[in-house]
């Protein structure tokens, strides 16, 4: 398998199912080798998965895999340095735990890691911390969108669907035929692409309704990714790279498909202990900050303080540091400013 990820301020990252980790901070003039001592200090395994954090480039994560009878096993490391030091995460422990990782760019601070072979779904909410079991019947491939942090979860013939953090999954509409490959919007929060045995369908509600759309014949269509301008890039392995209309083009759309106002809908749960997801809508591109307070007025938290696309966003707030008690959710854009009052019961 051959991963690409970007990150703001030229970061690439390129691995594949070898013992090969590079990274480039310069747009990929010039890389890097970053699992090199890892690998020479453990030379039966295999490099499985690899990303870099969210938010800070110099956090990497590998997943490892030793063949044993059979079964990966030896799974996920993380580098605080770049890789320059890498050491074995135990809280996802050691044995059938070769997996994926799912980096949360929605927030910047979420990264989740899959085990293939046991199904579990493991959470680390800020960088450097701990990863903690969230579900532990997650199977399928999943997919997380990078605008509200929704997750897919695909399977050939059915799709669910996470808002709370891999925690439950809930059934979606699955559009006709066979899942073979999947995409999902990089700047556009439900914005999905399917091709199947049937042929290729595109939602704009997060999976709820599917609509077809005109696309290359192919026996086998290969990967699928979606530019920020909406167009469609699809790897087809008899013909190479087809790239598509844009049809995803945000000129094009209907107004509902985007909000019309600011909005901070209702946080959930409420109560909560410890994670609460904040929902928020922009109409346009706009810088949003996202503020936590206590009764006496003063900051907790920030949770957002940046330019924000156009749509639906969720972000999410880990109050495990503070003590039970109403709190309030500040949202403001220019002269827009919202509250609501939350509470937080141990």
């Known amino acids: 398998m051959l991963r ?69 096993t030896d799974a996920l490391y993380i580098s605080s340095d ?15 735990n070769a997996g994926t990782l799912h980096p949360d760019l929605s927030d910047g601070q979420r990264i989740y890691f899959q085990t293939n072979w046991s199904g579990q779904l493991f959470r680390s909410d800020s960088p450097g911390d701990a990863f903690a079991l969230v579900n532990d019947d997650c199977y399928g491939i999943l997919y997380v969108d990078p ?29 006709s035929g066979e899942m073979q490959t999947f995409a999902v919007h990089p700047s556009y929060a439900g914005r999905l692409v399917a091709g199947t045995t049937e042929g290729f369908f595109h939602s704009y509600d997060h999976g709820e309704h599917w609509l077809a759309i005109e696309a290359p014949d192919s026996p086998s269509p290969g990967a699928l990714s979606i ?49 609460l997801a904040i929902p928020f809508a922009v109409p346009e591109r706009a810088r949003v900050s996202l503020r936590i307070y206590n009764v006496l007025g003063r900051e907790v938290a920030t949770l957002i303080n940046r330019d924000v696309t156009p749509g639906f966003h969720t972000v999410h707030w880990d109050a495990s540091n503070l003590s039970s008690g109403i709190y309030f959710v500040n949202m403001s854009s220019g002269n827009k400013d919202m509250v609501q009052k939350v509470m937080l019961l141990r």
Do not use: C, K
Not at 262 to 274: H, I
């Open 82 to 96: 770049q890789g320059e030091s890498w050491e074995a995460v135990e809280e996802v422990g050691e044995e059938y």
């Open 227 to 275: 530019g920020v301008d909406g167009t469609l890039y699809m790897l087809d392995p008899s013909e190479g790279i087809w790239i598509g209309e844009g049809f995803l083009d945000v000129d094009e759309q209907s107004n509902s498909d985007l909000p019309i106002n600011y909005e901070l809908p209702p946080a959930y749960p409420n109560p909560f202990n410890p994670s």
């Open 147 to 175: 605008s509200d942090g929704s997750i897919y979860q695909i399977f050939n013939t059915e799709s669910h669907i996470s808002r709370d953090g891999g925690e439950t999954f809930n059934p979606i509409s699955h559009p």
């Open 4 to 72: 690409v990820s970007l990150h703001d301020g030229g970061q690439i990252q390129v691995s594949s199912d070898s013992p090969e980790l590079t990274q480039s901070s310069d747009n990929g003039q010039t890389w890097v080798d970053v699992i090199g001592e890892l690998m020479h200090d453990h030379p039966d395994l295999v490099l499985r998965d690899a990303a870099m954090h969210p938010s800070d480039p110099t956090i990497l994560y590998a997943s490892l895999a030793e063949r044993t009878a059979g079964f990966p």
